[in-house]
């Protein structure tokens, strides 16, 4: 079992050593920019190191809008971000879901997904997975209720379209923790990457506010148990620091035998 957790972009392999995470994820660039992303320095060295590499899109991104001036640069910082990632050896690149906005039609932002896709093959193709993820807020949003999400396949299942379980954005989603894990893969069938994070926000709440394991609202035997029922990696995006994230895998490693 690959457990890990969000870190600094700065120096991603020592902040690993740092936790003893067998995986890191990091931005690449702001996450509330549409710059590029630069070359690393560190590029062979995080090729070479048996550290798993995950990097997550800026949050700015959103494929689903109807806005052009956002879907647009979307799509093209969605591409860059891929490239950057694959050229650093990363094993797949996360993006939220998305949301078309009050008012909108939601049909359209599935339809916006699918187009995103297609402009990505237009362009060579993804060079590596790419893993949507599940939101907590924005009852307009194309990856909050599973029924949704289900529609959001329909888009873009075809093509290869990875998943990534976030336990905190589901719980303040609206969705059930227990049995979760089967009833994502009724819709997806995959799993690539759990984000294993407590919430502050209480169910339902729509709050996208993570917490260290065993300290929100979240049973942390649920957050295992879908780690378990999954066999994905698993990354903590959760507050504390270095110190706080140790504890944090230490006990995901513990009891999920990891």
Known sequence: MR???????AEPLVEAAARGADAVQFFLTDPQGYKSPVPRDDAEQLRASEVDI???APYIVNVASPNNRIRIPSRKL????AKAAAEIGGKGLIVHGGHVGSGADLADGFTNWRKAFEYAAKDGGLPLPVLIENTAGGDNACARRFDDLARLWDAVGEFGAGFCLDTCHAFAG???LTGIVDRVKSITG????IHANDSKGGFDS???RHDNLGNGKIDPELVVAAIRA???PAIVETPGGADGQTADI???RERTGG
């Open 190 to 193: 995959r799993i690539d990457l």
């Open 230 to 232: 999954a066999g994905a």
């Open 174 to 176: 609206g969705e059930d």
């Open 54 to 56: 995950y990097i997550h």
């Open 206 to 208: 729509g709050q996208d």
């Open 3 to 9: 457990i890990g957790a969000h870190v600094d972009s």
């Open 250 to 252: 230490a006990l995901l």
């Open 78 to 81: 969605l591409m860059a971000h």
